[in-house]
């Protein structure tokens, strides 16, 4: 079974759509992260969350939200998707107890017409 | 500012070759550094952390802090070895940091 749960794996929509990207751990991990891996610029922190009250922005943060619903839950929202948000998606936790050692999801594959 | 450089994006050695992946870093405080592998198909793993200065896969690391590195070395590549590597630093120590990585190297070994 695996520890860190995204869905949709794979999602294709159009320019303008709302979409979700949801995460589930069953790691008990306080904190929770989401990327995106795009070729040639690597993985880019978008938002993070220490625990269920904590969230803060990433480096590349505008046109993303996210909500933590649970300790165990963390979604990444695109309001209004666009092209160039086209990319891997990925969603990973740690904790502190466990030196911040990151476990990644397997990824969710967004591409937007 | 966090900064951590991996200049190469391709690699390629033959197998039992010895292969190095670069990493440099700029930060102002004291660094923990880490590589994460990415396999074909598979999730992004931890390789190795700069402070179990452990040899996982014949994988080593040292942190050399005069020269702002982390440099990934094995000393006889094996074909399985081939995966995306990325270096991340973490800022602000464990219990307030956040992990940023390099932009990755892919490392091929080929037969």
């Known amino acids: 079974d695996a520890d860190v749960t995204q869905t949709p794996r794979n999602r294709i929509t159009k320019t303008g759509k709302r979409i979700m990207l949801e995460c589930s751990q069953t790691k008990g991990h306080d904190r929770m992260y989401w990327y995106r891996q795009d070729p040639g610029l690597g993985l880019r922190l978008i938002y993070y969350?220490?625990?269920?009250?904590?969230?803060n922005k990433g480096e590349i943060s505008d046109g993303y939200s996210v909500s933590r619903q649970a300790q165990a839950k963390f979604s990444l929202s695109l309001e209004s998707a666009i092209p160039n948000q086209t990319a891997l998606y990925f969603c990973?936790?740690?904790?502190?107890?466990?030196?911040?050692?990151?476990?990644f999801g397997a990824g969710s594959r967004l591409t937007v017409l | 500012a966090q900064r951590v450089t991996q200049p190469e994006k391709l690699l390629s050695v033959f197998k039992g070759a010895p292969v190095e992946l670069k990493c440099n870093y700029s930060?102002?405080?004291?660094?923990?550094l880490f590589w994460y592998v990415q396999y074909s198909r598979q999730r992004l793993q931890l390789l190795l952390r700069h402070i179990s200065r452990e040899s996982i896969k014949g994988f080593t690391a040292d942190l050399n802090k005069g020269e702002t590195s982390f440099h990934l070395k094995k000393p006889f590549a094996q074909e399985e070895d081939s995966a995306m590597y990325y270096c991340?630093?973490?800022?602000?120590?464990?219990?307030?940091?956040?992990?940023?990585f390099g932009r990755g190297t892919q490392l091929t070994v080929w037969p």
């Open positions: 969350s220490f625990d269920v009250k904590d969230i």
């Open positions: 930060y102002s405080g004291s660094p923990e």
């Open positions: 990973a936790t740690s904790s502190v107890s466990g030196a911040n050692v990151l476990t």
């Open positions: 991340a630093l973490i800022s602000g120590g464990s219990t307030l940091g956040r992990l940023y």
